[in-house]
C-alpha cells in the first residue's frame, strides 16, 4: 500500500505486486486488485459512503449494482455512486484483475 502526501509524487506508475496494491491521495484511493477465481462478495454498502468505479482489466466478473447486473469483461466499467449496494461474482477459472477508484477516500489502514 502506498500513501502519496505531497503533489510531486502525483505522476506515479504503479504495478501491482500483490492482490491488492493502493494508492491514497488526498481526494481518491486507487487500487490494482486481484480476485481469485469463484470470488464471491455479497451485496453491500460502503462505510463511509464512497463513490466507487471499477475498470475490468482481465477476466470475467458478474457485478450486480442495486437491480441490475452484468456479466463484465475486460474494457467494461462498472460505476457504483456512493450509498448505493452493490456486489460481485469471479466467472470462469481464472482470477479477475481490476482497477479501483473510490472517492472519497476511507481512513488509511494501519500498516
Not at 5 to 14: A, G, N, Q
Not at 43 to 58: A, E
Not at 61 to 89: C, F, K, N
Amino acid at each position: 500500500m502506498v500513501k502519496i502526501s505531497d503533489k510531486t509524487d502525483y505522476s506515479r506508475f504503479v504495478r501491482p505486486k500483490g492482490e491488492d496494491e493502493g494508492i491514497w491521495l488526498d481526494h481518491v484511493e486507487v487500487h490494482l486488485v486481484t480476485h481469485p477465481a469463484g470470488q464471491i462478495k455479497e451485496m453491500h454498502v460502503h462505510d463511509p459512503p464512497q463513490d466507487h468505479v471499477i475498470v475490468m482489466r482481465s477476466g470475467r466478473m458478474r457485478w450486480t449494482v442495486e437491480d441490475q447486473s452484468l456479466d463484465a469483461e475486460p474494457s467494461d466499467v462498472i460505476v457504483t455512486p456512493a450509498g448505493t449496494a452493490h456486489g460481485y461474482e469471479v466467472l470462469g477459472e481464472e482470477p479477475a484483475r481490476v482497477v479501483c477508484v473510490d472517492s472519497p477516500v476511507r481512513p488509511r489502514p494501519e500498516s
